[in-house]
């Protein structure tokens, strides 16, 4: 299962799009159970395309939530395929594709 | 990672989408993010920490958090936005996120951010190298039973 | 207390005897609900359901941002994956429970023949346990996925907790959940009562207390202060710790019946779970 | 000089006794504690959580050779389970005043 989740949906020409990506966010502030700080880890680069143009890029600290939820609108239509991927501080990537409804 | 080079990044990344199955990303604008400072931050990012408040940014966050942890904050704007920023000065690393606009995408980011106690957040619209910026403070209460 | 609880039940049965089912749990349904609306006015009945959110506008917002895409949906999904995957033996829950799950409105209930208050987490553990599977843990992870899942299905259904008439000992499993409700503990001397009924709404250092009513409608939940999923009775639980007295053991005959009371009183409500609260 | 030297032996004979009976009179009030934390347990079917962290306190001062600590907080844990009773014994009676006719 993709760590991604995506829900766009258009209305009168613009795609609205709601993206949840599964991840830990880990600071770097946090301590662990052994009272060592468990090491930062994350989400650093979020990109959509949709036919082949990017329209969403965007760049995370460590300071977005746990989970990190992105919304955001670009010009579109019903039917036009979604893809967003991310890549992590550890170089980890992932990509989840979704057609517009 | 400046303005441009984000943008000149995402322009390749559509070219290279063309041929490459997988994305690629830019490179990340390490020392704006890890930077200590709203207005040195702003300089790694854009180049200049010189902004106006502009009622055409309009920035919602809440009076009070319901939970530091997940604090829903919304930027829109009616200029035309090359890259939307947000800042939350009291936290570790005042620069939370910044996305690029590109052209038929809306000037809009919507997320969630982790605000560790109550700070000024600032949403910063980059708009033909300019920067415009909307304010809000946000209480963040620790205590009770929630927090 | 033992003793005491065996003279309330003998009070209450001896008064609805005498009486004429005066202070049944019917009763005490009506008046419990009566009270939120009068306190209240300004929250349409059915919102309860809600949480805190349905008497603070403020928080409210930033839960309809958040529940924009909740991440209790994560949990749906990975329920639905646990809910549909075999078991060693070939079976799986859809084998005990149908092809969706879609049975919240069938829990808690009382087992006549076991004496005892079954609630889903434990129906489902015991539909794997059956099939030769380890149960999962109780107030975290693979359960709150499957019960997720599940209550995700059954949204809408009503809550409609029934206390058989015909066997003393539900009657005594509601009693014993109403006196827990309603009994102070802990050092810092609080009921359940007291934060989520008499003072509902009220501020606690920072934090707004939410009304009882409604309270077992959403479960499993996303909390923010946990970020991750959570059981009732967890919920349960790191109550007790707040008011500084010692949690009992989830899915126990304590909080069974205290879900077996709350859920009652959240008769007529609607399942909305999961939820994401605070 | 000799009469100084007696003295002196007395008044250690004298504190080494004090500090053999504080290390048995923590230790009885320990067990005391931890005998008056279960039974008020089984009693009103609950208890408080600082009433065990007090015990354990008291425990660890006395482990470390704090014996006069050891029987404060040993002492404030009997408080503590006594408070617990009273709570109970007045719950029983007055819980049903909460309930909204």
Known sequence: ?101 | MNRRSILKAAGAMAIALITLPRMAFAAYAEKAFKNKEVDSSLNELFGSNATTPSDEVKLKAPDIAENGAVVPVEVSTSLNADSIAIMIKENPNPLAIVADIPPGTEGKLKTRVRMGKTTLVTAVVNSGGKLYTASKEVKVTIGGCGG | ?278 | MRKVLIIATLASLVSMNTLAASNVGANKIIKEATAAYKQVAKDTSYQWTVSVKAIKAAQKAYDAGNFTAAEKLARQALDLVDATRIQARIEAKTWQMRVPK
């Open chain 1, 1 to 101: 299962m993709s760590s991604i989740r995506i829900k766009a949906k258009e209305r009168k020409g613009v795609v609205d799009v709601k993206t949840l990506m599964k991840h830990k966010m880990e600071t770097g502030l946090r301590k662990g159970k052994d009272g060592k700080k468990i090491p930062e880890h994350w989400i650093q680069e979020v990109s959509a395309e949709s036919g082949g143009k990017v329209v969403f890029v965007a760049a995370l600290n460590t300071s977005i939530s746990k989970d990190p939820y992105l919304s955001f609108k670009f010009v579109g239509k019903k039917g036009d395929p979604i893809k967003i991927s991310w890549k992590d501080s550890k170089g980890a990537t992932d990509s989840a594709e979704t057609i517009v409804k």
């Open chain 3, 1 to 278: 207390m033992k003793q005491f609880l065996r003279s309330a039940i003998a009070g209450v049965l001896g008064l609805s005897i005498s009486l004429v089912a005066v202070g049944g749990p019917e009763d005490d349904r009506l008046a419990f609900k009566k009270y939120y609306e009068n306190k209240f006015p300004d929250t349409p009945t059915e919102d309860f359901a809600n949480g805190v959110y349905s008497i603070l506008p403020a928080a409210r917002e930033q839960w309809e941002a958040i529940e924009e895409f909740p991440p209790y949906e994560l949990a749906v999904e990975e329920g639905e994956t646990l809910y549909n995957s075999k078991f060693a033996n070939g079976k799986s829950l859809v084998d005990c429970f149908g092809p969706e799950g879609a049975v919240r409105s069938e829990y808690p209930f009382w087992d006549k023949d076991r004496g005892l208050v079954i609630t889903m987490e434990r129906a489902v553990n015991e539909c794997r346990k059956a099939n030769g599977e380890k149960p999962y843990g109780w107030k975290k992870g693979k359960i709150t996925a499957v019960t997720a899942y599940m209550s995700f299905n059954s949204r809408g259904q009503e809550v409609k907790v029934e206390v058989p008439s015909d066997d003393p000992r539900a009657l005594a499993a509601y009693e014993d959940g109403k006196e827990h409700f309603y009994t102070k503990r802990g050092q810092l001397n609080f009921a359940c009562a007291d934060c989520h009924m008499l003072t509902a709404g009220a501020l606690y250092r920072a934090d707004t207390s939410s009304p009882a009513f409604g309270h077992a409608t959403s479960w499993p939940v996303f909390r923010s202060k946990w970020q991750s999923m959570g059981t009732l009775h967890r919920r349960f639980a790191g109550c007790h710790k707040n008011i500084r007295a010692n949690p009992y053991k989830a899915q126990g005959t304590e909080y069974s019946n205290l879900e077996y009371f709350v859920t009652y009183m959240s008769n007529g409500l609607e399942f909305n779970g999961p939820a994401a609260r605070k």
